[in-house]
C-alpha cells in the first residue's frame, strides 16, 4: 500500500510528499523494500536533494534486508550520481527538452532503469530503453550514463557497445567522452575495477579515445 501511494505522488509530481508516507511506514513498524527505497530516493534526487540521497544509501546498507541486489542498486546509484554531476537544488539549472519532459522525470526514468538493474531484470532495462529511444526526446548525458552504467553493472558488455554507438550516432546530443570519463572514474572509485576495466576497453574499440584513472 504505502509503495502504491508513494507512486501515486511521483507520478502527479508531488515528490516532496514521498518522505511524509516514509515517516508513516516506518511509525507503523513496516520494513521497506527495495522498491520502497527506491522511490524514495528518486523523490529526493528529482529534488536535487543529495545529501539526503546519500544518508538513505547509508540507510539501505544498515538494512538486514539487504542483499546482493540492493548492493547492486547502491552501486548503481552512487556511480549515477557522481559521474552525472548531480547537484543540489541552488545550483542547478533545468534540462532544456523537447515536448516539456522535466528533469524530475528524466530522473524518475533513470532510476527505474537502475531499479530493475539492481533486481537483475535486463529485459525490463531492454523494455524501457526501446521506449525512451522511440520517444522523439533529447536524450542528455545523464540518461546515456545510466543505460550504460546499469548493462555494465550486469556484465552485457555487448549493449555496453550499443549504447555507446546510439549515443555516438544520436542527433540529438554530442557524445560526451568527459561523461564516460566519469563513469569510468566512478567505477573505480567504488572498487569497481573489473567493471571499469571492461567499459575502458569497451571505449578503445569504439575509438573513443578515454583516460584511465
Partial sequence: MYNEIMTLYMSVGQVEKV???VEELKR???APDIFT???WISS???ALNMDQVKRILDEMRCDSGCDDGWGRYINLVNVYVIASRLANAESSSPIETEKGITQREWITYDF??????????KAKIDQIWKSLRMTKQKMTSRNYI????SYLILGHLKEVGEVIDQWKQSTTIDFDISACNRILSAFADFALTEKANDLHLLLIQ???SPSKK
Fill in 19 to 21: 518522505s511524509f508516507v
Fill in 112 to 121: 527505474l532503469v537502475m531499479l530493475y538493474a539492481g533486481l537483475g531484470n
Fill in 37 to 39: 527505497y527506491n522511490l
Fill in 28 to 30: 507503523q513498524k513496516v
Fill in 206 to 208: 569504439r575509438n573513443c
Fill in 44 to 46: 529526493c534526487a528529482a
Fill in 146 to 149: 545510466c543505460i550504460l552504467s
